[in-house]
């Protein structure tokens, strides 16, 4: 299975690096995608590698998408080519798992409204805004889609999105 993680400039590095990880740890292909190639840099200093340009991805070829927070999500909501792959995942029933503000994309691609959600504290206006029932928990599950509030909830996060995925390596 192949897994596509958004991520752009002042993306959370913990944010971006523990699902990175813990997918590759159940033999996960993850691809790291984002407006332009080369390396994106975190908040705190740390850099990945541009696997894949939004503009490239074919998203039928993903199982599972996983939008990283931090301050990269501001800039991947402008990008038409995010969104139109959000929405496929939403479309399509495909997992989907987003954490701090990573929900700010769900909600530029229109995806959100109606769906129980959590996210970092300066989002949840915007998210209820959106139609969203929000939650103050580490983790909401709610079909396919996986949130969290921020890095101190990685690992609900993570057992979570693993629990996801699974599910759909089953169907």
């Known amino acids: 299975m192949k897994a596509l993680l958004f991520g752009a400039d002042g993306f ?72 139109s792959i959000t929405r496929y995942f939403f479309r399509e029933n495909k997992p989907v798992a987003a954490i701090c503000h990573g929900p700010q994309v769900l909600i530029s691609a229109g995806v959100i409204k109606g769906r129980k959600a959590t996210s970092w504290p300066g989002i949840i206006d915007d998210l209820k805004a959106a139609g969203a029932q929000v939650y103050d928990e580490k983790v909401v599950v709610d079909g396919n889609l996986v949130t969290s509030r921020g890095p101190h909830d990685l690992s609900a996060f993570g057992r979570e999105m693993i629990k996801l995925l699974g599910k759909k390596r089953m169907s």
Do not use: C, N, Q
């Open 12 to 83: 959370e590095d913990l944010e971006l690096f523990y699902p990175f990880h813990r997918l590759k740890e159940e033999e996960v292909d993850v691809r790291i995608a984002s407006m332009k190639k080369g390396k994106i840099k975190g908040k705190h200093g740390y850099s990945a590698d541009v696997d894949v340009t939004f503009a490239d991805v074919d998203p039928s070829d993903y199982g599972l998408l996983i939008i990283s927070g931090g301050k990269g999500p501001e800039k991947m909501r402008l990008d038409d080519h995010a969104l």
